[in-house]
């Protein structure tokens, strides 16, 4: 007999008859239906492997140095994620086999370590290779026999540089505005904006160009997503989820990304730098919570990026995303730094130490030697501006006099293309609100005062610093926006009631600052100039009130062009455009030959002006084209034809003419002459 305890505590019988029934049953039931939960939890191969990496090219040594050796290579190689685990081989000898293997909690840190490791020197005897455990597999189960692969099929690629083929030159920019965030890119005419694109929820915050207008990037939830081509098609994605700051490299070849939170508890890291075009992750950083932006400053051609942690000068080199000869700069007490525009200067400022006074140094990168540096005292603060040049550095200067609350501001001033770069300084007595650097010549502006009540002065750089002109006084205005293209600026007050949203458009080319005119835009937020410096726009956006919302559209003399209301008016931005490719000298010619465009210019600034609609417009100019081609095909077909006639005709036949004289008889009447 064989008993079963029920949970109700009867006792249920069964003969050992049915028990050996029982027993001759067989059991077809496989695991993965029994216990399925159970094997899905299993570790699989491949997942494991992917996490596992080998360094080659680790130092050789016996078994008394091997504590040593492992703290070193572990402390390189955990900046790249947590190391699981890890083994080093021994040979019969006690000693290392030059190769050891990590094992990261995924592939990600494995990428990782990977990227940043691979060909990371450990001194001059020892270079890593770093690869994945996976490769090796891989490589060991190639065929013998080498079998072509077999071509994917073109896709061809957006062009990217379409919208510079416009036959009318019209700049574009774009808008979001509304709930639905409607972002649409508009071109600039020369009396009203057309439409190229528009979308609603084409993002979920704000948009950006890159630097050269190639891209156009748009903030999900999800990631960044880029746009480019005609059509504005999406021709990239960047996996990163709520992005709260984001910037393109100047070169576009690298995206950067930042999020508050981490991708996961597992990954800590908040900060990624892609490559735009591949949309690959090159190097990730885990970051505090960022209150300002950007974390890293890019190098006019993008080749260099750096940051300040502590008294270090962080600076990373492309595409290996790693640190200048693998270490970072020390630089007591640095405070601040700036790239040169157009070459691989930096300048940074170290602020006072005791007895160690404040200074401000250039230095040239890759070799990190001074080119110029200067000692300053009883400092307070320091701001470096650059001209777009790279001729002159301006370093504002906040002293703080002694026994006395007020403050002096002194400008040192660097003439870095002159030989020695000599400093030369000079002193402006009221407060500065800001300095302005003419993009393309010696020229600077200052703005100084107290809110409400500003001066505004107009510097010349020659043999000797001087004014240019008088100092404008009693001016309405906390910025100054020079065009692109230099000589001319905007004077505004921007974000204040009180300035009454006064705009003053000067032309600085004389001897003396020119008022071209005088406008308004109430409450005005942003001003902006096109690339071209053809237009310059004043926005009211949706920041801290709904009034008037729009953008105002004026040329460079200060007339208005035209206006749009828009209700909810978040940003506006101008898309760039890329360097010119034309030589100075190209551009001196056209300049001295423009009258010969004046006439062309005129007919399509007429052609625009008139009442006739763009479509209209658009057909006309279909029809004429049309028109040309064919006459072009009938006058190919012609030379064509007298080509084969004179074929036709091998022998030249000189014509005969002989000349004949033909008289005819007209009839004659004969009148008598009459007397008077």
């Not at 950006?208 to 994605?237: E, M």
């Not at 870095?416 to 393309?440: G, T």
Request: aromatic residues 12%; glycine residues 4%.
């Amino acid at each position: 007999m064989v008993a079963l305890c029920l949970d109700d505590g009867e006792m249920p019988t069964f003969h050992e008859d049915d028990v050996r029934e029982a027993q001759k049953l067989v059991d077809d039931m496989d695991d993965s239906v029994l216990i399925s939960d159970i094997l899905d939890k299993r570790p699989r191969a491949n997942e494991t492997i992917e996490n596992v990496i080998i360094v080659d090219n680790i130092p050789v040594t016996d078994s008394s140095k091997l504590v040593k050796l492992t703290n070193v290579l572990l402390k390189i190689f955990s900046k790249c994620g947590k190391v699981e685990s890890h083994h080093i081989p021994l040979d019969d000898n006690n000693k290392t086999k030059g190769y050891m293997f990590i094992v990261y909690r995924n592939g990600q840190e494995a990428t990782n370590a990977i990227s940043s490791c691979n060909g990371y020197k450990l001194d001059k005897n020892h270079c890593f290779a770093v690869n994945r455990l996976s490769d090796f597999e891989h490589c060991m189960s190639i065929p013998e026999k080498w079998e072509e692969p077999k071509p994917d099929p073109y896709k061809p690629q957006v062009n990217l540089k379409s919208w510079l083929c416009d036959p009318e030159c019209y700049d574009q920019f774009a808008i979001v505005h509304g709930k639905n965030r409607n972002t649409a890119v508009h071109a600039c005419g020369p009396n009203q904006s057309f439409s190229v694109q528009q979308r609603e929820f084409w993002t979920e915050s704000h948009v950006k160009f890159s630097p050269k207008g190639s891209y156009l990037a748009t903030c999900h939830k999800q990631g960044i997503a880029l746009w480019g081509g005609p059509d504005f098609s999406k021709v990239g994605r960047f996996n990163h989820p709520n992005v709260t700051y984001f910037q393109f490299s100047p070169c576009e070849r690298y995206f950067v990304t930042y999020s508050k939170t981490p991708l996961s508890p597992e990954d800590p890291q908040n900060l990624i730098i892609w490559e735009t075009r591949s949309c690959l992750n090159k190097r990730a950083f885990s970051l505090p919570v960022l209150n300002y932006w950007p974390y890293f400053k890019w190098s006019h051609d993008g080749q260099y990026f750096a940051t300040i942690t502590g008294d270090n000068l962080s600076i990373y080199s492309t595409p290996s995303m790693k640190l200048l000869d693998n270490k970072k700069i020390a630089v007591q007490n640095i405070r601040d730094f700036s790239w040169c525009p157009c070459e691989n200067w930096i300048a940074y400022w170290q602020s006072e130490n005791k007895n160690i006074p404040a200074r401000v140094t250039i230095m040239s990168v890759p070799h990190c030697e001074p080119l110029s540096a200067k000692n300053l005292f009883n400092v307070s603060n320091i701001e470096i501006f650059w001209q777009n040049s790279g001729n002159y550095l301006a370093v504002k200067v906040d002293r703080t006099i002694k026994n006395k609350k007020e403050s002096e501001n002194v400008f040192e001033i660097f003439r870095l293309r002159e030989k020695d770069i000599p400093v030369e300084n000079f002193e402006i007595k009221s407060k500065v609100m800001s300095l302005s650097w003419d993009p393309k010549g010696p020229r600077f502006a200052v703005i100084q005062g107290e809110q409400g009540r500003t001066d505004v002065s107009f510097f010349k750089i020659g043999e000797k610093i001087l004014p240019i002109g008088k100092t404008l006084t009693n001016k309405k205005c906390n910025c100054i926006k020079w065009s692109p293209l230099g000589q001319y600026c905007v004077l505004a007050g921007l974000n204040n009631i009180s300035f009454d949203g006064v705009l003053e458009f000067w032309d600085i080319g004389g001897d003396a600052p020119t008022l071209m005119n005088e406008a308004s835009h109430f409450m005005v937020t942003n001003i902006a100039w096109d690339p071209t410096g053809r237009y310059v726009c004043s926005s009211n956006t949706y920041g801290g009130h709904s009034v008037e919302n729009g953008y105002n559209m004026w040329n460079f003399q200060g007339s208005k062009v035209f206006e749009a209301s828009l209700e909810g008016f978040i940003q506006f931005q101008w898309r760039p455009r890329p360097p010119t490719l034309l030589r100075d000298k190209d551009i001196k010619d056209i300049k001295k030959n423009m009258k010969s465009y004046t006439r062309d210019f005129e007919i399509k600034d007429k052609l625009s002006q008139s009442k006739a609609s763009k479509e209209l417009i658009e057909k006309r100019r279909a029809v004429y084209d049309e028109f040309m081609t064919y006459r072009r095909k009938k006058e190919k077909d012609l030379e064509v034809l007298k080509l084969q006639y004179s074929e036709l005709r091998t022998e030249v036949v000189e014509e005969e003419y002989v000349e004949e004289t033909v008289e005819f008889f007209m009839k004659e009447e004969v009148e008598p002459a009459t007397k008077e």
